[in-house]
Nanobody, 123 residues
Framework: QVHLVESGGGLVQAGDSLRLSCAAS????????MGWFRQAPGKERAFVGG????????YYAGSVKGRFTISRDNAKNALYLQMNSLKPEDTAVYYC????????????????WGQGTRVTVSS
């Protein structure tokens, strides 16, 4: 089992950057494939990015590819999401989660979600 806590969200302007963090405790973080998801008001939770346990492989949604970078520090039990060139449509609550299923892209393939951190991008 793993406990996840996201931080780093806030209110920014379009074009700004933010770095989200996800602190993990319990379990063996370095063995977990991890992901970031987001949920905008009135919408379903959507895949943002995923990273393999070693950090050697990363995956992104098309809407964020080239602007967002997912990384991890296994020594610190931490997952990160660097978000650059933010757009109003990036406004959402962002969640980190541990992947337990077959894919990186489906929320149903994840368990042990954090409580989320809110990102608001003004135009």
């Amino acid at each position: 089992q793993v406990h996840l806590v996201e931080s780093g969200g806030g209110l920014v302007q379009a074009g700004d950057s933010l770095r989200l963090s996800c602190a993990a405790s319990g379990g063996t973080f370095s063995s977990y494939n991890m992901g970031w998801f987001r949920q905008a008001p009135g919408k379903e939770r959507a895949f943002v990015g995923g990273i393999s346990s070693s950090g050697g492989s990363t995956y992104y949604a098309g809407s964020v590819k080239g602007r967002f970078t997912i990384s991890r520090d296994n020594a610190k039990n931490a997952l990160y999401l660097q978000m650059n060139s933010l757009k109003p449509e990036d406004t959402a609550v962002y969640y980190c989660a541990r992947r337990i299923g077959a894919t990186y892209y489906r929320p149903s393939d994840y368990a042990y979600w954090g409580q989320g951190t809110r990102v608001t991008v003004s135009s």
